[in-house]
């Protein structure tokens, strides 16, 4: 980072004349500029450098899930143990896996008693007064005996990801399955926002009528609507009519739009030029037309800002799922089935990690992808009017 | 967004107005209201006849089994008994012992909304220094978390959480804090607010991008026009950013407002819906949603709906009222 702030300064330097440089090094042994520059330099360090400490804080998280999903069984209980995925080292003697521990050699016969250094030795005969060990490096050397309890020793760790932890969660969740139902109600969904919301937000951009702007005023109202408000006598109603236990009730309403999308495809419609639909109109295009050959082809990021809001929107949603899916477990989406595998697998901070690690991975991967339509989505919703 | 909602009353068209359409107008509203339809089906079946058969729920005594028939049978209908019932709740007013769910809704509102307002403003203001070098990616990684599904942002905190394993009571105790005063979190009931609101940190970046773009779109001739009437940088801050991004907070504090009093998700899923500890997670809508939903009574549920609506709708209107004061919309003359 401090390289990159020291890069960045020289630029000026070209302006000056060595004459006109030379003229003013000679009033004063430090120029205004160069402490002009200096200050730059120090508050891009100090602003950055904060900046850069606020989002290893504040990312900090994820790395605790990747080392705690990779780590064994035990070693989160541990004492002593450290925070990356480690287990404690071990070799092959004589057939048998023994452990290594860290010895000081001065208790050792053969060993100056002097001698403060320390060694990994493997341990062969555990003693509480004496054990025996093993030098790893030097397995012809015969055993070492030593005058210390093998307990109160040291054992070194060395890096070592328990991979399997993934395999295990994909298993216990079933992760193909609920990757299927995620999918399939994210793609269902976002079907029906992208042909309802777009129909609505051209009618809203493109015509002219007495009420339009009280209708649209009605959408956006809608967004500060508690859905407590209506959510009990459409359960009631989608009970009655048997459709509790399907995908019907979360995938039927988004054909009748939501306010942000429209709001957000009705803003970007604003934007593009008239003249291209008169031009149509003129050569006997019809309204659909229209939408079909001239505004859509222009659309594409907000399509996609929609398409990629929406699933990632799917992949977040617990209440309906839950509440519309809740005995049918062959049909959750990943939200709602992680919680309860949280409850199974209390005990088991690794697999929980590791599930959370496979719950987050696929809109990571669609944030990464399409970052730059993220951004001017929420642009529009938030600071537009 | 919010600007659409001001001047409600002149967008009321008159039956005349609609009369004295030409042809060629007329033509252009088959089509508009057409290209509406699925919207303004939508808004009748999914939210207006819902909002009425909930108020009219409120006088029934209305359960899951009951069929839909049952609307029309005159023994359903009980009255203002809901309503007595409600306005004596001691889980919704409180009572001696355990804190009522309004008293709880508001009590972490004064914590969350200062930090979901002025947390997002302090990143966005620093996103924005121009000292700041790599701004764009700044930007996105602080975004990052809010892709990140709650479900999963509540374990990946509650292990960071862990109050024996979890690197932030590790880091206490490494900072020098004893190990028996580090904080339970989640399971003790004056550190279960503040956890809810770590756990929520993941969800800000939305704020801070609203606020940052905010913040982008301020002219910067104002500041110009600032320096060289010689105002000081808090002197700048407060003249020319603050009413300048005064609409993006506003935005920001009603959908925050509004949230919270919809607020029961963490609860639901950190401390299991049952209100633990001690009852002070019971928030009203989750008491709401175990009412209708774990309960199965859709009267009482819809008693608790209407108060909720009715109390989200004057808190929406008392706040718009105040805008006009601390609000300043660009392009508008103040009388």
Not at chain 2, 49 to 70: A, E, K, Q, R, V
Not at chain 2, 205 to 230: H, R
């Amino acid at each position: 980072m401090s390289a990159e702030t020291t890069h960045s300064q020289p630029q000026n330097i070209g302006s000056i004349t060595p004459e006109k440089a030379g003229r003013r090094e000679a009033a004063s042994p430090v120029s205004a500029r160069t402490i002009h520059r200096l200050r730059n330099a120090v508050s891009a360090t100090l602003v950055t450098g904060l900046t850069m400490g606020l989002v290893a804080l504040f990312l900090s998280p994820f790395l605790f899930m990747i080392f705690t999903s990779l780590k064994t069984q035990g070693q989160m209980s541990l004492l002593g143990a450290p925070i990356w995925p480690a287990a404690q080292v071990e070799i092959e003697y004589a057939g048998k896996k023994i452990g290594v521990y860290t010895v000081p050699l001065g208790k050792c016969e053969g060993f100056d008693p002097g001698d403060a250094s320390m060694r990994n030795l493997g341990l062969v005969k555990k003693g509480r007064q004496s054990s025996t060990f093993i030098d790893p490096n030097n397995l012809q050397g015969g055993e070492i005996l030593c005058n210390v309890s093998w307990r109160a020793l040291d054992r070194p760790w060395t890096f070592s990801p328990t991979w399997s932890n993934y395999a295990e969660v994909v298993k216990a969740i079933n992760y193909p399955r609920l990757l299927w139902n995620t999918f399939f109600y994210a793609l269902m969904s976002n079907l029906g926002t992208l042909l309802s919301c777009t129909l609505v937000a051209y009618g809203f951009s493109r015509f002219r009528f007495p009420g339009r702007d009280l209708m649209f005023m009605i959408l956006i109202s809608t967004v500060f609507l508690p859905f407590a408000v209506t959510i009990i006598p459409t359960y009631f109603f989608f009970q009655k009519i048997g459709w509790v236990g399907t995908w019907l009730p979360l995938i039927v309403p988004t054909f009748f739009t939501n306010a942000y999308d429209v709001f957000l495809l009705r803003q970007y419609f604003m934007t593009l030029p008239r003249e291209l639909d008169e031009a149509a109109i003129v050569d006997g295009a019809s309204p659909l037309r229209v939408l079909w050959s001239v505004i859509l082809p222009q659309s594409f990021p907000v399509l996609v800002a929609v398409t990629v809001f929406h699933i990632v929107y799917a992949w977040n949603d617990y209440f309906g799922p839950l509440i519309y899916l809740s005995a049918h477990r062959e049909l959750w989406p990943i939200s709602v089935a992680l919680p309860l595998f949280n409850g199974i697998y209390g005990s088991r901070p690794e697999l929980i990690q590791a599930g959370s690690m496979l719950t987050l991975l696929l809109p990571l991967l669609l944030f990464l992808l399409a970052q730059r339509f993220f951004v001017q989505g929420i642009v529009i919703t938030g600071v537009e009017k | 967004m919010l600007e659409q909602l001001r001047d409600f009353s002149k967008l009321v068209p008159s039956i005349s107005s609609i009369r004295r359409l030409t042809p060629l107008a007329r033509r252009e509203m088959v089509w508009g209201v057409g290209f509406l339809s699925p919207w303004i089906i939508g808004f009748l079946a999914f939210t207006f006849l819902p909002i009425i058969f909930t108020f009219i729920f409120t006088f029934m005594n209305l359960n899951i089994t009951d069929g839909l028939l049952s609307m029309l049978s005159p023994s359903k209908y009980v009255g203002f008994d809901n309503y007595a019932t409600y306005f004596k709740d001691p889980q919704i007013w409180s009572s001696a012992t355990t804190p009522g769910s309004w008293l709880i809704t508001i009590r972490f509102g004064l914590i969350a909304l200062p930090i979901g307002i002025f947390l997002p403003l302090g990143l966005a203001l620093l996103l924005n220094n121009k000292h700041l070098k790599g701004q764009s990616i700044f930007r996105s990684l602080f975004y990052m978390p809010f892709i990140v599904p709650f479900v999963a942002a509540i374990f990946i905190w509650g292990g960071m959480l862990n109050s024996e394993t979890g690197w932030i009571n590790r880091a206490l105790v490494w900072l020098g804090v004893p190990k028996a005063n580090t904080p339970l979190w989640a399971n003790d009931v004056h550190w279960v607010y503040p956890t809810y609101v770590i756990m929520g940190l993941w969800g800000i970046g939305n704020a801070i991008l609203i606020m940052l773009a905010g913040l982008q779109s301020i002219p910067t001739e104002l500041y110009d026009a600032a320096k060289v009437d010689g105002a000081n940088g808090l002197g700048t801050f407060w003249n020319v950013t603050r009413p300048m991004i005064s609409p993006v907070i506003f935005y920001n504090l009603v959908l925050g407002v509004v949230g919270l009093f919809q607020y029961f998700l963490f609860p639901l899923v950190v401390n299991n819906g049952n209100g633990n500890p001690a009852g002070a997670t019971m928030f009203y809508n989750l008491y709401l949603y175990k009412t209708f939903f774990t309960y199965q009574n859709m009267s009482y549920g819809a008693t608790m709906a209407w108060g909720l609506f009715v109390v989200i709708l004057i808190v929406t209107i008392l706040l718009f009222a105040t805008a006009k004061y601390w609000v300043y919309y660009a392009g508008e003359t103040r009388s």
